[in-house]
């Protein structure tokens, strides 16, 4: 990535709410530094939930079903926050985040059916009832 693309990123990230002090410093920092204040911008962006960017890939990757039952929200209240009928609560997007950000791990080793493999063996949701 050149220093451009940088700093047009770090504007992205500040139109989001995201880091908008290290936005406005980014004209003024040489290469190094701007790639030290790129670091704590990416731990920002790990700490900061954004549903309304989250809520299609996550949707997309693991269908209603899964995504329902991971966030302990019914469907018909995920279908408003997701089209933005009404906003998500922050619970809601707090759990949204963590799964978004296990999925981003997860993408390193397994395709899309290994990652919903993952998320049902884990919680049980593949499992034959067993008494």
């Known amino acids: 990535m050149d220093t451009e693309s940088i700093r047009n990123a770090l504007q992205a990230f500040s139109r989001e709410g995201i880091a908008r002090h290290a936005a406005s410093l980014g004209n003024h920092l040489s290469t190094h530094q701007l790639a030290d204040l790129l670091a704590d911008v990416l731990s920002a962006i790990e700490e900061s939930p954004v549903p309304r960017h989250e809520w299609p890939s996550m949707t997309e990757l693991l ?37 978004t950000l296990i999925v981003a791990d997860l993408a390193g080793s397994y395709n899309d059916f290994g990652i919903r493999r993952w998320w049902e063996e884990q919680n049980g949701f593949g499992r034959p009832f067993s008494p």
């Open 63 to 99: 269908g209603d079903d899964l995504l329902e039952k991971l966030l302990g929200v019914s469907g018909s209240s995920m279908h408003r926050y997701r089209g933005g009928a009404r906003a998500t609560p922050d619970h809601i997007a707090g759990r949204l985040h963590v799964v």
